[in-house]
């Protein structure tokens, strides 16, 4: 080291001292608070602060309840998890159309999965209210395939569809 630079490192050790402040080893740990005792930064501390960060999901919740959405957050985690709920099978060959007022609008893809849906219906209902809740579903309406649409277009026309031009 320099001789300047001890010079420098000197006078700013002497005037620290002039001021009242401590030399600390390096990483020693210990900071000295400038503004006194219980002046420094609220909550800066290592006690729980209520800024600290907060979970999310328990705020959600409260949110939730506060609002009054329980069923139509239940509602749609019916739909998004549709999946999760009636396995990948049934998932494959029916969904949800409607979920409307409690009452649950299945679309089979056939009508053999229709009918196999309206014999798995209580086992269904039973599977429903484990994941969401009792009362969240109290009606599930299983429907066919629908049939073709013959209105296509703005400008449509009456009638019994394209066999009324056979012959």
Not at 73 to 86: A, C, F, K, P
Not at 118 to 147: D, F, M, N, S
Request: aromatic share 4%; with cysteine.
């Amino acid at each position: 080291m320099s001789t300047a630079a001890r010079q420098a490192l000197a006078r700013a050790r002497a005037s620290a001292a002039a001021k009242g402040l401590r030399r600390t080893a390096p990483g020693s740990g210990r900071r000295r608070n400038r503004l006194g005792p219980g002046l420094g930064n609220p909550g800066s501390g290592s006690a729980p602060s209520r800024r600290d960060p907060q979970l999310l999901g328990p705020i959600v919740d409260k949110l939730v309840t506060e609002r009054g959405w329980s069923a139509p957050v239940s509602m749609g985690g019916v739909v998004g998890r549709w999946r999760e709920i009636v396995g990948d099978q049934l998932a494959d060959h029916c969904e949800v159309e409607t979920f409307d007022d409690a009452q649950l609008v299945l679309r089979a893809d056939s009508t053999a999965w229709a009918t196999q849906l309206r014999l798995l219906q209580p086992q269904l209902e039973r599977r429903l209210a484990e994941e969401v809740g009792e009362g969240v579903v109290e009606r599930i309406i299983i429907r066919g395939p629908g049939g073709p649409s013959w209105t296509r277009g703005k400008r449509t026309v009456r009638g019994r569809g394209p066999r009324d031009t056979y012959g």
